[in-house]
Antibody, heavy 119, light 111 residues
Framework: EVQLVESGGGLVQPGGSLRLSCAAS????????MHWVRQAPGTGLEYVSA????????FYGNSVKGRFTISRDNSKNTVYLQMGSLRPEDTAVYFC????????????WGQGTLVTVSS | QSVLTQPPSVSGAPGQRVSISCTGS?????????VHWYQQFPGTAPKLLIY???NRPSGVPDRFSGSKSGTSASLAITGLQAEDEADYYC???????????FGGGTKLTVL
């Protein structure tokens, strides 16, 4: 089955760090750009970060720039999001998504993992 | 404040037609970037509904259609059904932000 599965979410204190993983199965991620999107409780979708297919270009939304780092390991078919200097406003469900073409749609989504930043 | 503007809510009776607007600017939709639409039910991940302004992925009923003109786009749903009650999001790229942007989402209620 073609799917993305996120993991690594949980409760973390303000200022702390967390690493999310997005494991792909049923296809190889090396042909795709991969993105992270988040959704705070009761709100809409927010673009977080993106990485191109070979991992040499990364992009970030303004709200996470300088604090989050996206990476990928094509040999493990997995994408990561290293989150640092976490703030309460980073509390959200984090989804990873697959992109087939530049500026293309998020054609496949994971189920999401919840990150809660609180003391 | 989302870069793309959607109405917070729309409603319609079963069988009716509803439309959801998505208004952008010259740095995103107006610059020629494609608009995509997603459907999301509570507690689940979004699902791709329309891509490239007006294309339906396999399995999406033809009751759903998209259009784009100038700095705006629109999602239309005809023959409204109770199962269409969900949140809908538009999505594009903004060159001034160098990143993807979403609309704030529209909650569709089937009366």
């Amino acid at each position: 089955e073609v799917q993305l599965v996120e993991s690594g979410g949980g409760l973390v204190q303000p200022g702390g760090s967390l690493r999310l993983s997005c494991a792909a199965s049923g296809f190889t991620i090396r042909s795709y750009g991969m993105h992270w999107v988040r959704q705070a409780p009761g709100t809409g979708l927010e673009y977080v970060s993106a990485i191109n297919s070979n991992g040499d270009r990364t992009f970030y939304g303004n709200s996470v720039k300088g604090r989050f780092t996206i990476s990928r390991d094509n040999s493990k078919n997995t994408v990561y999001l290293q989150m640092g200097s976490l703030r309460p406003e980073d509390t959200a469900v984090y989804f990873c998504a697959r992109v087939g073409v530049t500026y293309g749609p998020y054609e496949l989504w994971g189920q999401g993992t919840l990150v809660t930043v609180s003391s | 404040q989302s870069v793309l503007t959607q109405p917070p809510s729309v409603s319609g009776a079963p069988g009716q037609r509803v439309s959801i607007s998505c208004t952008g600017s010259s740095s995103n939709i107006g610059a020629g970037y494609d608009v995509h639409w997603y459907q999301q039910f509570p507690g689940t991940a979004p699902k791709l509904l329309i891509y490239g302004n007006n294309n339906r992925p396999s399995g999406v009923p033809d009751r759903f259609s998209g259009s784009k003109s100038g700095t705006s786009a629109s999602l239309a749903i005809t023959g409204l059904q109770a199962e269409d009650e969900a949140d809908y999001y538009c999505h594009s790229y903004d060159y001034s932000l160098s990143g993807r942007v979403f609309g704030g989402g529209t909650k569709l209620t089937v009366l």
